[in-house]
């Protein structure tokens, strides 16, 4: 029971973290092409799996998982298990919250 205490305040612990980052974290995050081509796509096209998104860079897997966990820990993007895959989709709530918008280029 105490086990499971530890690992839930844990759990809120990281999640308040992930939740206060400033918005310098996030632009620091979106500072790299790969990152910042990532958040495009996911703009234009919505949530995609992480084998849907590399199929757009040549990079290796390990470099692309990388990335995902560098943007889903400053809350730029979220993920959500959908059986076997992760569907990464903007966290618009998140950016604006640090006062960013993103539209699809052209669009209002």
Not at 6 to 16: A, H, P, V
Not at 38 to 62: D, E, Y
Request: hydrophobic content about 35%; proline content about 2%.
């Amino acid at each position: 029971m105490l086990t499971q205490f530890i690992d839930i305040f844990k759990y809120l612990n990281y999640y308040m973290d992930v939740m206060n980052k400033s918005a310098e974290e996030i632009f620091k995050a979106l500072g790299n092409d790969t990152r910042l081509s990532i958040v495009k796509l996911l703009l234009k096209k919505g949530g995609l799996s992480c084998q849907q998104i590399q199929k757009h860079f040549p990079l290796s897997q390990p470099t692309m998982s990388h990335h995902f966990t560098w943007l889903v820990d400053t809350g730029v993007i979220k993920v959500k298990k959908e059986g076997a895959s992760h569907l990464y989709s903007l966290n618009q709530e998140r950016l604006e919250k640090n006062g960013i918008y993103l539209n699809r280029g052209g669009e209002k």
